[in-house]
């Protein structure tokens, strides 16, 4: 029973095994005080305590021992443990006379014990406690240099004596002596632990862990121009995840069988659902191949429907936005938080039609759970009220013995929904060789049992693992979860219900300062110049929106990439991340540059008013409107519309161009300067303008007297010439009628006519001049046009 105390909250162990080890001990009574009778000699336990150095002689032998397997993870009474794993022998002598052993040490009575053996695993210098020995060995006659040999022993968990219920140290060890020293000696070990509750606990503690599936970011802006909009993907990693043996596709195959919280980013359905269409993957200079993973991205979201129906799914934000970077670097960027709420919104949107569930949207999760109070505030911003930190970030300051239970208000109505950390960090490095996954498996199920043994309160803990794990860390957490979901001391629970339990009057409130967020996490956040850029593509495309005929084809494609620019998963990735959003303003860019001013030439007018033609060019796909043209002169002395601008509105359709004429008025001949513009109806700028110069060559007073003066000059020599031709001919045919009137005398009657022989020639003709003068065949033709007596139009002369 005193064996029992000594673990702080811990039940004796049934009396049945109290006896039998109290009998083995009086048993063994003879066999020790023989052993004190011996001479000296170096011993297995004074060979470990010593140096290193002293225990491998010269120091070049050194055996690695791997645990690759324990099993069961956690036994009960009657389980048989099995362990198997390698031995390696790295030093230069070969070792004989080896054998591995299994040892059991003291109950751990604090949680700090257990962090002490996990940082020093594999020092022979450590008390390893004492070898089972027996029949529970695996000899090896020697071990050569640089070999590894395999071992596996089986032993029966009564064999153990393990006392009270407890986390007992539980090391693998070699022995074995070199020619250099030629006697029995540690050579290797390797430390874990063994949970051991062989009963139910009278108090289980209440276990949420979270199952994560977040994704780095896939998708570009880039769409197709055609009516699907075809996705364009930045590679085809994503397919890479989710095909069979994939990361997601292991922690989805894996994870449908625990009861845990899943935890889900829109972003990552979004991304696979369009995978399940037409997608397009992005290639080098802006080319772009056909994505063929369409079937791999159907059964993976089936699979995925499947294994969270009845379950809880928790989402985090579209995209999963860094909070510690939004609070640290961009409130103070106009507009930023207007993304997070954003990237609130459209969560149900994403996930209702994808997974066929109502998820819960009211958690912020921030990176490693570290919270101070600029995150918890834009955390709740968007409209989360509970925040998920943990606990190395939210440190007890209270003086409580036990761990509290994860819930607790720190004010404004906000919930945070504190992780235990040592938990939450048991499955973070390279756990790629089984012997790191099996160590990591074993150290969360002693923490786990030493938690629940620090006191006879029922608490519910929550573990938050990292975002994104490993294939392999993956399998490792399930191993561990399968290990505790079937142990005695735990019972799982979702994580609203963990946020919604009642807090611990002692736990602590106090989120930490600004000044208390880890430097190292720090140092990995997006800076305010990213929030900036975000900022700038947002400026542009409301301006470039508003002339659009269809937003939703640019809004909604442009609006998810930049929340995908604000991602958690940049973080360490600093030069991938301004690519990212680099290219997002690039492509915006090319966008709206296909609505646009032809250039034009400088443009010549001759006369005192003319048109100026103007071309909007549109090469998008869908139409535009909106727009105003202004041409603005330079000059007071050059007037476009009657004033120094005009203005006219501008429609194109989809692959077309409009020319928009503009009159003008010059005061003046001369060179001037004119700038065309376009404008949305707001009043705001968009795109680049064309400047191009006029030259006026108009007609003043002066030359038009000269011009008028000599044109009247000839049209008097024209006329002289005429009558002077008409009096020649009028000569000619009256000297031809004297010779014929002389005849016709002779030949009449000899009346002689009292009339001037002219007078009679001409008769009403010798009245008639000008135009009402009959024409003479002698008659020279016209040599200028009849003068039209139209209005003068306008734009007489306009060369481009």
């Given at each position: 029973?005193?064996?029992?105390?000594?673990?702080?909250?811990?039940?004796?162990?049934?009396?049945?095994?109290?006896?039998?080890?109290?009998?083995?001990?009086?048993?063994?009574?003879?066999?020790?005080?023989?052993?004190?009778?011996?001479?000296?000699?170096?011993?297995?336990?004074?060979?470990?305590?010593?140096?290193?150095?002293?225990?491998?002689?010269?120091?070049?032998?050194?055996?690695?021992?791997?645990?690759?397997?324990?099993?069961?993870?956690?036994?009960?009474?009657?389980?048989?443990?099995?362990?198997?794993?390698?031995?390696?022998?790295?030093?230069?002598?070969?070792?004989?006379?080896?054998?591995?052993?299994?040892?059991?040490?003291?109950?751990?009575?604090?949680?700090?014990?257990?962090?002490?053996?996990?940082?020093?695993?594999?020092?022979?210098?450590?008390?390893?406690?004492?070898?089972?020995?027996?029949?529970?060995?695996?000899?090896?006659?020697?071990?050569?240099?640089?070999?590894?040999?395999?071992?596996?022993?089986?032993?029966?968990?009564?064999?153990?004596?393990?006392?009270?219920?407890?986390?007992?140290?539980?090391?693998?060890?070699?022995?074995?002596?070199?020619?250099?020293?030629?006697?029995?000696?540690?050579?290797?070990?390797?430390?874990?632990?063994?949970?051991?509750?062989?009963?139910?606990?009278?108090?289980?503690?209440?276990?949420?862990?979270?199952?994560?599936?977040?994704?780095?970011?896939?998708?570009?802006?880039?769409t197709g121009s055609n009516e699907q909009q075809t996705p364009v993907f930045l590679n085809d990693d994503l397919a890479g995840e989710i095909a069979p043996g994939g990361r997601l596709d292991q922690l989805l195959s894996l994870g449908r069988d625990l009861d845990v919280t899943w935890v889900i980013d829109p972003n990552l359905l979004a991304s696979v659902d369009a995978m399940t269409h037409n997608y397009q993957v992005q290639g080098a200079n802006g080319t772009t191949t056909a994505g063929t993973h369409q079937a791999v991205a159907n059964r993976w979201l089936a699979e995925l429907q499947a294994a969270v129906k009845d379950k809880e799914v928790v989402t985090l934000p579209f995209a999963d936005p860094d909070l510690a970077?939004?609070?640290?670097?961009?409130?103070?960027?106009?507009?930023?938080?207007?993304?997070?709420?954003?990237?609130?919104?459209?969560?149900?949107?994403?996930?209702?039609?994808?997974?066929?569930?109502?998820?819960?949207?009211?958690?912020?999760?921030?990176?490693?759970?570290?919270?101070?109070?600029?995150?918890?505030?834009?955390?709740?911003?968007?409209?989360?009220?509970?925040?998920?930190?943990?606990?190395?970030?939210?440190?007890?300051?209270?003086?409580?013995?036990?761990?509290?239970?994860?819930?607790?208000?720190?004010?404004?109505?906000?919930?945070?929904?504190?992780?235990?950390?040592?938990?939450?960090?048991?499955?973070?490095?390279?756990?790629?060789?089984?012997?790191?996954?099996?160590?990591?498996?074993?150290?969360?199920?002693?923490?786990?049992?030493?938690?629940?043994?620090?006191?006879?309160?029922?608490?519910?803990?929550?573990?938050?693992?990292?975002?994104?794990?490993?294939?392999?860390?993956?399998?490792?957490?399930?191993?561990?979860?399968?290990?505790?979901?079937?142990?005695?001391?735990?019972?799982?629970?979702?994580?609203?219900?963990?946020?919604?339990?009642?807090?611990?009057?002692?736990?602590?409130?106090?989120?930490?300062?600004?000044?208390?967020?880890?430097?190292?996490?720090?140092?990995?956040?997006?800076?305010?110049?990213?929030?900036?850029?975000?900022?700038?593509?947002?400026?542009?495309?409301?301006?470039?929106?508003?002339?659009?005929?269809?937003?939703?084809?640019?809004?909604?494609?442009?609006?998810?990439?930049?929340?995908?620019?604000?991602?958690?998963?940049?973080?360490?990735?600093?030069?991938?991340?301004?690519?990212?959003?680099?290219?997002?303003?690039?492509?915006?860019?090319?966008?709206?540059?296909?609505?646009?001013?032809?250039?034009?030439?400088?443009?010549?007018?001759?006369?005192?008013?003319?048109?100026?033609?103007?071309?909007?060019?549109?090469?998008?796909?869908?139409?535009?409107?909106?727009?105003?043209?202004?041409?603005?002169?330079?000059?007071?002395?050059?007037?476009?519309?009657?004033?120094?601008?005009?203005?006219?509105?501008?429609?194109?359709?989809?692959?077309?161009?409009?020319?928009?004429?503009?009159?003008?008025?010059?005061?003046?001949?001369?060179?001037?300067?004119?700038?065309?513009?376009?404008?949305?109806?707001?009043?705001?700028?968009?795109?680049?303008?064309?400047?191009?110069?006029?030259?006026?060559?108009?007609?003043?007073?002066?030359?038009?007297?000269?011009?008028?003066?000599?044109?009247?000059?000839?049209?008097?020599?024209?006329?002289?010439?005429?009558?002077?031709?008409?009096?020649?001919?009028?000569?000619?045919?009256?000297?031809?009628?004297?010779?014929?009137?002389?005849?016709?005398?002779?030949?009449?009657?000899?009346?002689?006519?009292?009339?001037?022989?002219?007078?009679?020639?001409?008769?009403?003709?010798?009245?008639?001049?000008?135009?009402?003068?009959?024409?003479?065949?002698?008659?020279?033709?016209?040599?200028?046009?009849?003068?039209?007596?139209?209005?003068?139009?306008?734009?007489?002369?306009?060369?481009?």
């Amino acid at each position: 029973m005193a064996e029992a105390a000594d673990f702080l909250g811990t039940s004796p162990s049934p009396a049945r095994r109290w006896l039998r080890r109290t009998g083995a001990l009086l048993a063994g009574a003879p066999l020790l005080a023989g052993l004190l009778q011996l001479p000296a000699a170096p011993t297995a336990l004074a060979t470990e305590q010593a140096s290193p150095k002293a225990a491998a002689g010269s120091g070049t032998v050194a055996v690695a021992v791997a645990v690759n397997t324990l099993s069961p993870a956690a036994p009960t009474d009657g389980d048989t443990v099995t362990v198997s794993g390698t031995v390696t022998n790295n030093g230069k002598q070969t070792v004989t006379g080896a054998h591995v052993g299994l040892r059991v040490g003291p109950v751990l009575n604090t949680r700090s014990a257990i962090d002490d053996i996990a940082r020093d695993s594999t020092s022979v210098q450590s008390a390893t406690g004492s070898e089972v020995g027996g029949t529970y060995v695996e000899k090896f006659s020697k071990l050569a240099p640089g070999v590894a040999q395999a071992f596996s022993i089986s032993v029966p968990v009564d064999e153990l004596n393990l006392g009270a219920d407890g986390v007992y140290p539980f090391a693998v060890s070699l022995s074995g002596q070199t020619s250099t020293q030629p006697w029995e000696q540690l050579l290797g070990v390797q430390r874990t632990f063994l949970p051991w509750q062989p009963e139910e606990a009278d108090t289980r503690t209440k276990t949420t862990y979270l199952w994560p599936l977040v994704s780095t970011v896939h998708m570009t802006a880039r769409t197709g121009s055609n009516e699907q909009q075809t996705p364009v993907f930045l590679n085809d990693d994503l397919a890479g995840e989710i095909a069979p043996g994939g990361r997601l596709d292991q922690l989805l195959s894996l994870g449908r069988d625990l009861d845990v919280t899943w935890v889900i980013d829109p972003n990552l359905l979004a991304s696979v659902d369009a995978m399940t269409h037409n997608y397009q993957v992005q290639g080098a200079n802006g080319t772009t191949t056909a994505g063929t993973h369409q079937a791999v991205a159907n059964r993976w979201l089936a699979e995925l429907q499947a294994a969270v129906k009845d379950k809880e799914v928790v989402t985090l934000p579209f995209a999963d936005p860094d909070l510690a970077s939004l609070a640290h670097n961009g409130t103070r960027v106009t507009g930023s938080l207007s993304h997070l709420k954003e990237a609130t919104d459209v969560v149900a949107n994403t996930i209702e039609p994808i997974l066929h569930t109502q998820p819960t949207t009211d958690f912020a999760w921030p990176v490693d759970g570290a919270v101070d109070p600029s995150i918890v505030k834009v955390a709740t911003s968007a409209g989360a009220d509970k925040v998920i930190a943990r606990s190395d970030s939210l440190q007890e300051t209270g003086g409580l013995p036990y761990t509290p239970s994860a819930a607790r208000p720190i004010g404004g109505g906000t919930t945070a929904v504190v992780a235990d950390a040592r938990l939450s960090t048991a499955f973070q490095g390279d756990l790629m060789k089984a012997a790191s996954g099996t160590l990591a498996v074993q150290t969360f199920l002693a923490q786990s049992l030493a938690l629940n043994g620090q006191t006879n309160k029922q608490r519910s803990i929550v573990v938050a693992p990292q975002r994104m794990p490993t294939a392999r860390q993956a399998q490792a957490m399930a191993e561990a979860i399968t290990a505790l979901q079937d142990g005695n001391w735990s019972e799982s629970q979702e994580l609203t219900t963990a946020a919604s339990a009642k807090p611990d009057p002692g736990a602590t409130t106090r989120v930490p300062s600004t000044s208390a967020y880890p430097s190292a996490l720090r140092k990995q956040e997006l800076p305010r110049a990213a929030f900036e850029e975000i900022a700038g593509t947002q400026a542009e495309l409301d301006n470039f929106k508003v002339i659009l005929t269809d937003q939703s084809r640019v809004v909604t494609p442009f609006g998810r990439a930049m929340n995908r620019g604000m991602s958690t998963s940049w973080r360490g990735l600093a030069a991938e991340a301004a690519g990212y959003r680099g290219g997002v303003k690039s492509y915006l860019d090319s966008l709206t540059g296909q609505v646009q001013l032809i250039d034009k030439s400088d443009t010549k007018l001759s006369g005192r008013s003319a048109t100026i033609p103007v071309t909007v060019q549109n090469n998008l796909v869908q139409g535009v409107g909106h727009l105003r043209l202004r041409l603005t002169s330079t000059s007071p002395r050059l007037e476009i519309g009657g004033d120094s601008f005009d203005e006219q509105p501008v429609t194109v359709s989809g692959g077309h161009s409009q020319t928009v004429k503009f009159t003008t008025t010059a005061k003046a001949n001369g060179q001037y300067a004119v700038v065309a513009q376009l404008y949305t109806e707001d009043g705001q700028k968009y795109g680049d303008s064309v400047t191009f110069e006029v030259k006026v060559t108009e007609f003043t007073a002066t030359v038009m007297l000269v011009i008028g003066g000599g044109f009247l000059l000839l049209v008097l020599a024209g006329f002289r010439m005429y009558t002077h031709r008409k009096r020649a001919a009028a000569r000619e045919a009256e000297e031809a009628g004297t010779d014929d009137l002389g005849e016709a005398h002779e030949a009449g009657d000899g009346t002689e006519n009292p009339g001037r022989p002219d007078e009679r020639l001409h008769g009403e003709s010798g009245t008639r001049s000008g135009a009402d003068a009959p024409e003479q065949p002698s008659d020279p033709a016209a040599d200028t046009p009849a003068e039209s007596t139209d209005p003068s139009g306008t734009g007489e002369r306009v060369d481009r």
